[in-house]
């Protein structure tokens, strides 16, 4: 099973970016999300429970060491382990910040290829909009395509706490590997594979995939917005997009 929204270790509960030009960032997230007759997203981005999943935050000088890519954020046992071991294999902090006590609150970090995400303590149930059958407008999957597939598992499993499921894949360039990514329970919060096939020509950067209602106007709209459809189609139930400011994001129907 497939779900990276959890409360523990390893869940994916939100992600964010720091945008140039961000009135028109805003404009364009905001329509085409909110597509079709059901939307499932508000037009402050937050969910239609009211939920904040991802923020869109102006690139100020504050943010300028982030890079131009969404980050999710993921939950761990303890930030500070985790950024140590992110630094030890070959990752960069971006930003951490700690209490007046020294302890570490939350980190941004960039793996070995340079894939952003955030380290979060874990989120208590109680804390967040719960209800797994009324869960609208969150965050359906992630992927991260990279030349080296294993290395990055090994990665992840040492910072974020996860297990990893092997997927044996074939296409035109022959057999390989991906991995789930999985939590302490044995679901599934997120895939890497390699940047190949289906994501050759995607940077190495974590792929958040957004639901809609009407993917056919949503990449109507993408256009419109000044943005590019890199894969998929108006017939298609994924599309991987680039966003007028190049951030790539993919959209999933429902």
């Known amino acids: 099973m497939r779900d990276p929204f959890a409360h523990g270790v390893g869940g994916v509960l939100s992600a964010d970016i720091a945008v140039p030009d961000h009135e028109r960032e805003l404009g364009f997230y905001s329509a085409i999300l909110t597509t079709g007759d059901n939307p499932l997203w508000r ?14 935050g102006a690139r100020t000088p504050e943010y300028k060491a982030l890079p131009l ?10 930030v500070g382990a985790s950024v140590a071991r992110a ?8 930003m951490h910040s700690k ?4 302890q570490s609150q939350w980190a941004v970090l960039a793996d ?18 719960a209800n797994p059958s009324e869960r609208i407008g969150c965050i359906s999957w992630l992927t991260l395509a990279v030349p080296e597939v294993s290395s990055s598992r090994d990665f992840y499993q040492k910072v974020v706490g996860w297990g990893a499921k092997t997927i044996e894949m074939e296409d035109g360039d022959g057999r390989s ?4 990514m999985q939590r302490d329970d ?9 940047n190949r096939g289906d994501y050759e020509g995607i940077p190495p950067v974590w792929l958040i995939s957004l639901p809609v209602d009407d993917i056919a106007e949503s990449l109507r709209r993408v256009r419109e917005g000044g943005g590019e459809v890199i894969k998929g ?6 599309a991987v997009i680039r966003d007028p400011v190049g951030v790539h994001i993919a959209l999933r129907t429902g």
Request: net charge negative; charged share 15%; aromatic share 6%.
């Open 186 to 194: 044995g679901i599934s919060a997120a895939e890497i594979c390699h």
């Open 87 to 94: 630094l030890e294999l070959g990752g960069e902090e971006l």
């Open 233 to 238: 189609n108006a017939e298609a139930l994924y």
């Open 69 to 78: 890519q969404w980050m999710p954020h993921f939950q761990v046992a303890n």
């Open 177 to 180: 590997a991906s991995f789930e």
């Open 99 to 102: 209490g007046d006590n020294g």
């Open 112 to 129: 070995q290829v340079g894939a952003a995400f955030g380290v979060i303590p874990v989120v208590a149930a109680e804390s967040s909009a």
């Open 43 to 56: 037009d402050d981005l937050t969910n239609n429970r009211g939920t904040p999943i991802i923020g869109l």
